[in-house]
């Protein structure tokens, strides 16, 4: 049984369809890579299964659970962690604040977060703001982890940051795929560095699947077609 499984969901915002039947798989332990072009579905896609927006028709299952028959409140409780565009950090609150607000029972704790990102450590008592892009960034994903999840899912967490605070992160990415087994679904648009760690690929186009399969079978032709610029 997949993690997460969508089976021909749409969505809408209004009257305006936005998906139309996506199918995407995340398997125990498994990195997968949602991609596709700005616009094509990508944040509407983790928005659905994070039920911040209703799934109309089509099949949307985690960890045998129903979402679509889940009321929120509960759904938010399974274990999805997401890590949202643009980080949405508590400005005000210390990074450590930051962190115990979103602390549910589990493997991760301050001490892991901080392993995983000794700067937060360092920052502790600092409030948000005064922390740098890419520092913000690891509280983000350092707040996701908090909440103990069985999926994180990252919307462009290496956007707009320093190409050096980007490897950063995406090593921290690395080591927990490699050291924790984490499920993640991510979204990003360096397809290098997602060749390097994602397992599958689900490409979008116009809010339609239109590939999906193993990341060492996207090819050049598949990428020029539906990621080129
Ligand atoms: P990006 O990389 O730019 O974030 P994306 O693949 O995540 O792109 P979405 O944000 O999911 O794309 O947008 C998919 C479609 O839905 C787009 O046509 C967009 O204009 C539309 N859309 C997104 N948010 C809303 C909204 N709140 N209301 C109406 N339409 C929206």
Same mark, same amino acid.
């Given at each position: 049984?997949?993690?997460?499984?969508?089976?021909?969901? !749409?969505?809408?915002? %209004?009257?305006?369809?936005? &998906?139309?039947?996506? !199918?995407?798989?995340?398997?125990?332990?498994?990195? *997968?890579?949602?991609?596709?072009?700005?616009?094509? %579905?990508?944040?509407?896609?983790?928005?659905?299964? &994070?039920?911040?927006?209703?799934?109309? %028709?089509?099949?949307?299952?985690?960890?045998?659970?129903?979402?679509?028959?889940?009321?929120?409140?509960?759904?938010?409780?399974?274990?999805?962690?997401?890590?949202?565009?643009?980080?949405?950090?508590?400005?005000?609150?210390?990074?450590?604040?930051?962190?115990?607000?979103?602390?549910?029972?589990?493997?991760?704790?301050?001490?892991?977060?901080?392993?995983?990102?000794?700067?937060?450590?360092?920052?502790?008592?600092?409030?948000?703001?005064?922390?740098?892009?890419?520092?913000?960034?690891?509280?983000?994903?350092?707040?996701?982890?908090?909440?103990?999840?069985?999926?994180?899912?990252?919307?462009?967490?290496?956007? %707009?940051?320093?190409?050096?605070?980007?490897?950063?992160?995406?090593?921290?990415?690395?080591?927990?795929?490699?050291?924790?087994? &984490?499920?993640?679904?991510? *979204?990003?648009? !360096?397809?290098?560095?997602?060749?390097?760690?994602?397992?599958?690929?689900?490409?979008?186009?116009?809010?339609?699947?239109?590939?999906?399969?193993?990341?060492?079978?996207?090819?050049?032709?598949?990428?020029?077609?539906?990621?080129?610029?």
């Amino acid at each position: 049984m997949s993690l997460l499984s969508l089976t021909n969901v !749409s969505a809408f915002y %209004g009257a305006s369809q936005a &998906l139309f039947k996506v !199918s995407l798989r995340v398997e125990q332990g498994a990195v *997968v890579a949602l991609m596709g072009r700005n616009g094509m %579905g990508k944040t509407t896609t983790i928005k659905t299964i &994070l039920r911040m927006l209703p799934a109309a %028709g089509g099949e949307l299952m985690f960890d045998g659970e129903d979402l679509r028959r889940l009321p929120s409140h509960k759904a938010a409780r399974l274990g999805l962690g997401l890590v949202p565009e643009g980080r949405r950090c508590f400005p005000n609150l210390s990074v450590e604040e930051n962190l115990t607000a979103a602390a549910r029972p589990g493997h991760w704790d301050l001490k892991r977060v901080a392993q995983l990102f000794p700067v937060l450590e360092e920052r502790r008592a600092q409030s948000a703001a005064s922390l740098s892009g890419g520092e913000q960034q690891m509280l983000a994903i350092g707040r996701a982890l908090m909440t103990n999840p069985r999926l994180l899912i990252l919307d462009e967490a290496t956007e %707009g940051l320093a190409p050096i605070v980007r490897q950063e992160i995406w090593a921290a990415i690395a080591t927990l795929k490699r050291e924790t087994g &984490l499920a993640i679904l991510v *979204v990003d648009k !360096s397809l290098r560095e997602l060749r390097q760690i994602a397992d599958e690929a689900v490409v979008l186009q116009r809010g339609e699947t239109v590939w999906h399969g193993a990341m060492g079978a996207l090819t050049p032709d598949i990428t020029d077609r539906y990621l080129g610029v």
